[in-house]
């Protein structure tokens, strides 16, 4: 879920940002937009790359966050779904549901936390600024500042 939410990142740049700087004055500009959020949802994809074998996956989704702790995260593998509080995670390969707290000292992040905690742990380049309409829409690639396994 943690690779899922970097990605996500990307998408929640599109026409937030207005003539930002750097990728540091993009981010803090997406964080104070997503700050007045009460909702949104977005389409994404995941590009895995495997660093050993160069090999890579693709993964297309779509994700709806309220509140800023409740969201919905939709894959073709997964259906992921909490309050907050609950974490409700279905696996259509094995057609089955895990029930499960959130936990405040988890590792995993929720999908605010990309745009609040990433920031700290990862470095921020930006790869592209691309123009469709009257948007801009920014791609951003996160690399871990510590070496990361899994």
């Known amino acids: 879920m943690k690779k899922i939410l970097t990605y996500l990142a990307c998408f929640l ?9 750097d ?10 937009t997503y700050d007045k959020m009460k909702f949104f949802s977005a389409v994404f994809k995941q590009i895995e790359t495997f660093k050993i074998t160069g090999s890579q996956t693709e993964m297309l989704g779509h994700i709806y ?20 509080e609950n974490v409700w995670a279905y696996s259509s390969k094995s057609n089955q549901v ?25 470095y921020a380049t930006l790869l592209s ?22």
């Open 65 to 84: 966050i309220a509140g800023g702790e409740k969201y919905r995260f939709e894959s073709d593998e997964q259906i992921i779904i909490t309050d907050g």
């Open 98 to 122: 895990i029930i499960d707290k959130v936990k405040e000292n988890s590792a995993a992040l929720l999908p605010r936390d990309i745009l609040f905690k990433y920031p700290k742990q990862y």
């Open 13 to 21: 740049l599109i026409g937030s940002v207005a003539k930002a700087q």
């Open 129 to 150: 600024e691309d123009k469709h309409g009257d948007q801009t829409i920014y791609t951003i690639k996160l690399d871990p500042k510590e070496d990361t396994h899994g």
């Open 23 to 32: 990728v540091n004055d993009i981010i803090e500009n997406v964080q104070k």
